[in-house]
């Protein structure tokens, strides 16, 4: 009888890697350690093709690999809704590579690397697990399936009839009171329960020898086969003790078998014994030992043992069929009283309704009745007050037809009222448009987006609509306009009973406004974008009129200054008694303003006290006292030319001598100087770029981040640097430049234009990409190196884990500890590797200290963190020196139980002190600790640190007392820490 994991069926497994070395080394470890029989392929191609001609238990799958991934295989298998267990093996420990495995359906995820052993063993073990979970899903749909098909086409299993746990206690206690062994196996003998009372001469000794296995097998075999009518008993084929076999048949399906036994009698002698046990290669004493421990019974008594097991057999299958069946007819009786329960409430309801139905009929038809006489009286009301309505005015009911057509509608229209009223369909559309369509009357009731184009204009007031038309063929030929408005109507309780229209010619007032607008619109359009502040001076020089643009010039608004405000409260005092002067001499009939200038230029003040310098230009209105007067601010101009004058009257003479190229530019970015040192370096004429924009010289690429850059010099108002440019010289060649730029400002601090210094570092560029292309060869080259030299130490470590459970020698094992030891040295060294590549590859970053800190914490170490809101510029890879130096305090410490830190500001230098409560560093080695390779570890850990920190010019030294513990102290140099924007 089967009992052991190796007795278990096989489990196949597919093994896809593109390594063939770890390939090998895993099907080792996986078929030695497990019953595994692994099938391996190099490709995804591969493992697909050998998948098109047989199934597997399980797969294993790298995650890297060429032409397709192990997320492709996993894709594809679940998209072809193959669900067998799928398991990704690879040395990949990204969280976003987890996360993609296991949302695309991966079982479980486990990383290469470390222990060969272990790894193989946590492998073997994830299979397992995701086997095992696939066949209680598998038994839970089965349950589910037999619950619902018509009792014909039942197909039993043991999983869905039995409990597991209970069936097993069944087994133990039958085992225990019989005190013979005992064992439940599906037909083809594979196990469904854990074995109970095995004796130690099956288990330990004939089954753990080839041939006794397969004895095992055959005998289990023989007495497996279906036998309704009793127990099956005989002399075990492997061994020679008695067992017995009884069938589990349910409604004639033979799904289970219980097998009993191991017991010794009178029909085994010692000679037998002791043979059987060479045969098979045991040893003969400790078979015999064994042998003797086996409990003994007659054969009359087994056999009654037997008939009892075929009896519990017997039972328990008619108990599992019987609850089986039980189980189907609640559910189908279930199924009918809740199909019962849904009638009956939707019968219940329909009675309801009926019953509220006939009673609201009955109240209907009484309301009904009143209404219509209410409706009659309210017609003959109606009827009186639309006949005397001076506008043309008619009614429709709900159904659309006429109700009532006064005076004024039969004059407008020539229709007579006994021609349209009762008639519907319409009809009013006929009178109006020719046509039979819906007009405001019926689209106040029903509207249709369509009808609606018959009006020029249309809109809802509330629930009325108001539309306006122009009919041409109205007064002669001459046209009309028409101005419409629509309302429903409503009885005493709000219910829709018709509408109402009336109709008013408004011709007149229309072509009045007509005039007006356009009139006005010229006026309003020429004052407004004449392209200056414009205003209307009144004779009392009160300003009667301003536009948009004397607003933004003055700073209020036309409600502030409209007839309200005088031109002289915008002049300055030095300027007004000149302006006064033209005024009254532009209204003097004596010289009719011929002889008063009208272009001149004054000090406009705004309403924050700004002085503007504008340009004045006034004309009087012919044939009145009013004149207008428009003002274009031209300060940016004059205090740029003065500005920039004196700037080039200042610097011209260390300019033209300068190596660098100096140049001004305006706000617009258009050069209003270059240094001759441009023609030198670019060629071009001196003078030749004043008056064009900068953008004409600078590569495309560089357009984007160039005008970027202004623009933070004009938001920050100070001086930038470092921005970084190709422009082309008179050649048409291109030469990387530098720049810093500084505004150009006014008194008032407004910025009027640039200057800046540009220097030529194209050779510097060329050098700077030589290098990164050097090191990018170099980091790709490192790469692939450590990812093969880590490949074949897995490979050696393996092939030593292997060779250890052979090597019988002490010496040899010894030997080969040394080689597993070196070898996980080197694998150390080129790890390290990883972390010292990146060093000083990242650009230094402003990094939080409290934080970087906080991360470093360990549940073994108390850590008293007291840095707050600093922050310093380092490497990015500053957070590996916190966590270095805890990695330390916890390894040499000792008795460390506390880490303290603390930021001093000293002498502009900030100091960061790390204190632990350790055993403390010897006088003698508190250099010594900062050299590769010294330690009890690794011996990169502080080496790496004092690297990572030394990047950005910070040092690090140990200054604590031996005994007394640790004492690290950080020292980060002046503008190379800050404070935060919070503190």
């Known amino acids: 009888m089967p009992f052991e994991e190796w007795d278990l069926p096989e489990i196949s497994l597919l093994y896809v890697d593109d390594e063939p070395a770890l390939l090998d080394i895993g099907k080792m470890f996986l078929e030695r350690t497990g019953n595994f029989s692994v099938?391996?392929?190099?490709?995804?191609?591969?493992?697909?093709?050998?998948?098109?001609?047989?199934?597997?238990?399980?797969?294993?799958?790298?995650?890297?690999?060429?032409?397709?991934?192990?997320?492709?295989?996993?894709?594809?298998?679940?998209?072809?809704?193959?669900?067998?267990?799928?398991?990704?093996?690879?040395?990949?420990?990204?969280?976003?590579?987890v996360i993609e495995a296991l949302n695309e359906g991966a079982d479980?995820?486990?990383?290469?690397?470390?222990?060969?052993?272990?790894?193989?063993?946590?492998?073997?073990?994830?299979?397992?697990?995701?086997?095992?979970?696939?066949?209680?899903?598998?038994?839970?749909?089965?349950?589910?399936?037999?619950?619902?098909?018509?009792?014909?086409?039942?197909?039993?299993s043991f999983e869905n009839l039995f409990d597991p746990d209970e069936i097993q206690k069944i087994q133990d206690e039958f085992s225990e009171l019989t005190g013979v062994a005992s064992l439940i196996t599906l037909p083809d003998g594979t196990p469904v329960t854990k074995p109970s009372r095995f004796t130690r001469l099956c288990k330990d000794i004939i089954r753990k020898t080839k041939t006794g296995c397969q004895n095992c097998h055959k005998s289990d075999?023989?007495?497996?086969?279906?036998?309704?009518?009793?127990?099956?008993?005989?002399?075990?084929?492997?061994?020679?003790?008695?067992?017995?076999?009884?069938?589990?048949?349910?409604?004639?399906?033979?799904?289970?078998?219980?097998l009993a036994g191991q017991i010794r009698n009178e029909a085994q002698s010692e000679d037998k014994m002791r043979e059987y046990a060479r045969k098979i290669g045991a040893d003969e004493e400790e078979f015999m030992k064994a042998y003797y421990e086996v409990p003994s019974?007659?054969?009359?008594?087994?056999?009654?043992?037997?008939?009892?097991?075929?009896?519990?057999?017997?039972?328990?299958?008619?108990?599992?069929?019987?609850?089986?069946?039980?189980?189907?007819?609640?559910?189908?009786?279930?199924?009918?009283?809740?199909?019962?329960?849904?009638?009956?409430?939707?019968?219940?309801?329909?009675?309801?309704?009926?019953?509220?139905?006939?009673?609201?009929?009955?109240?209907?038809?009484?309301?009904?009745?009143?209404?219509?006489?209410?409706?009659?009286?309210?017609?003959?009301?109606?009827?009186?007050?639309?006949?005397?309505?001076?506008?043309?005015?008619?009614?429709?009911?709900?159904?659309?037809?006429?109700?009532?057509?006064?005076?004024?509608?039969?004059?407008?229209?020539?229709?007579?009222?006994?021609?349209?009223?009762?008639?519907?369909?319409?009809?009013?559309?006929?009178?109006?448009?020719?046509?039979?369509?819906?007009?405001?009357?019926?689209?106040?009731?029903?509207?249709?987006?369509?009808?609606?184009?018959?009006?020029?204009?249309?809109?809802?007031e509330d629930d009325k609509l108001v539309a306006e038309i122009f009919k041409p063929e109205y007064n002669t030929g001459m046209g009309t306009y028409f101005w419409f408005t629509a309302s429903p109507l409503y009885d005493s309780d709000k219910k829709l009973i018709g509408s109402i229209e009336c109709i008013r010619d408004?011709?007149?007032?229309?072509?009045?406004?007509?005039?007006?607008?356009?009139?006005?619109?010229?006026?309003?359009?020429?004052?407004?974008t004449t392209g200056a502040a414009t205003i209307i001076i009144e004779d009392d020089t009160t300003i009667s009129m301003a536009n948009s643009g004397f607003e933004e010039l003055s700073g209020f608004s036309k409600e502030e200054i409209e007839n309200k405000m005088s031109w002289t409260d915008f002049v300055l005092k030095d300027d007004l008694d000149l302006m006064l002067n033209y005024h009254k001499k532009r209204r003097n009939p004596d010289n009719e303003g011929k002889q008063v200038t009208g272009t001149y230029e004054f000090r406009f003040i705004d309403r924050d006290g700004r002085i503007h310098y504008c340009l004045n230009n006034v004309k009087l209105i012919p044939k009145s006292r009013r004149s207008v007067a428009s003002f274009i601010d031209i300060t940016d101009r004059k205090q740029s030319e003065e500005t920039l004058l004196e700037s080039e009257k200042r610097y011209r003479n260390l300019i033209e001598n300068l190596h660098d190229i100096v140049y001004t530019l305006t706000k617009e970015g258009e050069?209003?100087?270059?240094?001759?040192?441009?023609?030198?370096?670019?060629?071009?004429?001196?003078?030749?770029?004043?008056?064009?924009?900068?953008?004409?010289?600078?590569?495309?690429?560089?357009?984007?981040?160039?005008?970027?850059?202004?623009?933070?010099?004009?938001?920050?108002g100070e001086r930038l640097e470092g921005i970084e440019y190709r422009i082309k010289d008179a050649e048409g060649s291109w030469h990387w430049h530098t720049s810093g730029i500084v505004p150009i400002k006014n008194e008032s601090g407004e910025v009027l234009g640039f200057e800046g210094i540009a220097r030529d570092i194209t050779d510097r560029k060329i050098a700077e990409e030589s290098l990164c292309l050097a090191?990018?060869?170099?980091?790709?080259?490192?790469?692939?190196?450590?990812?093969?030299?880590?490949?074949?130490?897995?490979?050696?470590?393996?092939?030593?884990?292997?060779?250890?459970?052979?090597?019988?020698?002490?010496?040899?094992?010894?030997?080969?500890?040394?080689?597993?030891?070196?070898?996980?040295?080197?694998?150390?060294?080129?790890?390290?590797?990883?972390?010292?590549?990146?060093?000083?590859?990242?650009?230094?970053?402003?990094?939080?200290?409290?934080?970087?800190?906080?991360?470093?914490?360990?549940?073994?170490?108390?850590?008293?963190?007291?840095?707050?809101?600093?922050?310093?510029?380092?490497?990015?890879?500053?957070?590996?020196?916190?966590?270095?130096?805890?990695?330390?305090?916890?390894?040499h410490g000792v008795s460390a139980t506390e880490v303290h830190t603390t930021c001093i500001i000293s002498d502009s230098e900030l100091k960061i002190i790390w204190e632990d409560n350790g055993e403390g560093v010897a006088e003698s080695e508190k250099e010594k600790i900062f050299d590769r390779g010294v330690g009890k570890n690794t011996g990169f850990g502080l080496f790496l640190t004092r690297e990572i920190l030394s990047t950005t010019g910070i040092t690090i030294k140990e200054t604590g007392k031996e005994g007394q513990g640790a004492r690290f102290e950080i020292i980060v140099p002046n503008g190379a820490w800050r404070f935060s924007a919070r503190q």
């Open 297 to 460: 019974m007659s054969y009359e008594e087994f056999l009654s043992v037997g008939k009892i097991l075929h009896t519990v057999a017997n039972l328990i299958s008619k108990t599992a069929y019987q609850n089986f069946m039980q189980a189907r007819t609640i559910a189908e009786k279930e199924k009918t009283e809740q199909e019962l329960y849904r009638k009956t409430e939707e019968l219940h309801a329909a009675y309801e309704e009926l019953t509220v139905s006939e009673e609201e009929l009955q109240n209907s038809l009484n309301e009904m009745i009143s209404k219509e006489k209410e409706l009659q009286k309210s017609k003959q009301e109606l009827s009186d007050i639309i006949e005397f309505l001076p506008d043309a005015t008619f009614v429709i009911d709900r159904e659309g037809k006429v109700i009532a057509w006064n005076r004024a509608t039969e004059i407008m229209t020539g229709v007579n009222k006994k021609d349209i009223i009762g008639k519907g369909n319409y009809e009013t559309g006929l009178v109006f448009f020719n046509e039979r369509v819906p007009i405001l009357i019926d689209l106040v009731i029903n509207y249709d987006e369509k009808a609606v184009s018959k009006y020029s204009k249309i809109r809802w």
């Open 775 to 891: 090191n990018r060869k170099l980091q790709i080259l490192s790469g692939i190196t450590r990812h093969d030299i880590l490949n074949l130490i897995t490979i050696v470590r393996g092939a030593l884990e292997i060779t250890k459970d052979y090597a019988k020698d002490p010496v040899q094992i010894d030997y080969l500890d040394k080689i597993d030891t070196a070898v996980q040295k080197i694998q150390r060294q080129i790890e390290f590797t990883r972390e010292y590549e990146n060093l000083g590859v990242e650009r230094a970053v402003w990094l939080n200290i409290r934080k970087l800190i906080d991360k470093s914490a360990d549940d073994r170490i108390k850590l008293y963190n007291n840095c707050e809101n600093i922050l310093i510029k380092a490497d990015p890879m500053l957070e590996k020196v916190f966590a270095n130096l805890m990695d330390n305090t916890i390894r």
């Open 671 to 716: 050069f209003t100087f270059v240094s001759p040192a441009a023609s030198s370096l670019l060629g071009f004429p001196q003078g030749y770029s004043k008056g064009k924009s900068f953008l004409d010289y600078i590569h495309p690429d560089d357009v984007s981040k160039s005008l970027e850059f202004l623009e933070k010099v004009l938001k920050s």
């Open 108 to 156: 479980f995820y486990v990383q290469k690397g470390g222990d060969p052993k272990s790894q193989f063993a946590e492998l073997a073990h994830k299979i397992k697990k995701s086997i095992s979970g696939k066949k209680a899903e598998d038994i839970l749909k089965q349950r589910l399936f037999s619950l619902t098909r018509p009792e014909q086409e039942l197909q039993f």
């Open 39 to 97: 099938t391996t392929a190099e490709s995804v191609k591969e493992a697909l093709k050998i998948l098109s001609t047989q199934s597997f238990d399980a797969i294993v799958s790298d995650y890297q690999m060429p032409e397709l991934s192990g997320i492709d295989f996993l894709k594809y298998l679940r998209d072809t809704n193959n669900s067998t267990p799928f398991l990704i093996f690879t040395g990949k420990s990204r969280e976003e590579v």
């Open 221 to 258: 075999a023989a007495i497996g086969k279906p036998n309704p009518d009793g127990p099956t008993v005989q002399i075990c084929l492997s061994g020679g003790l008695w067992d017995a076999g009884v069938s589990i048949i349910i409604n004639g399906q033979h799904i289970a078998n219980w």
């Open 506 to 528: 408004i011709t007149d007032r229309k072509r009045a406004e007509i005039i007006l607008k356009e009139s006005e619109n010229l006026y309003r359009t020429i004052f407004e």
